[in-house]
């Protein structure tokens, strides 16, 4: 059985949340790419992370390969900053309050 909560799921992919510990990993999962896929997922992004700055929660992660440059540079558009690479993974961060 999986943790992981789905928060948006349409024609472009999947947004999910899952508990890591006292830290929360966030899991996006697109089917295609494009700058309306962008606007909308950003919008409910935003919201998620006040409503989890309003819980608590502080900072979420997300972990991705740390030679995908392209995909780095997605994650940047949502605010995630690098923290720690390990084992060609690059664990990346975003406070919640931002």
């Known amino acids: 059985m999986s943790d992981r909560r789905t ?13 890591f510990g006292d830290e929360w990993m966030v899991h996006l999962e697109l ?3 494009s700058a309306d896929c962008y606007k909308a ?8 992370m006040l409503e989890m700055k309003e819980q608590g929660v502080n900072r979420v992660f997300v972990l991705i390969p740390a030679t995908d440059k392209k995909l ?21 961060y975003r406070e919640t309050g931002e």
């Open 41 to 48: 997922y950003l919008v409910v992004f935003e919201q998620l």
């Open 72 to 92: 780095i540079k997605f994650e940047k558009m949502f605010g995630f900053q690098p923290l720690h690479e390990q084992d060609d993974m690059l664990l990346m």
């Open 7 to 19: 928060v948006l799921k349409n024609e472009f992919g999947h947004l999910q949340l899952q508990p």
């Open 31 to 33: 089917y295609k790419w």
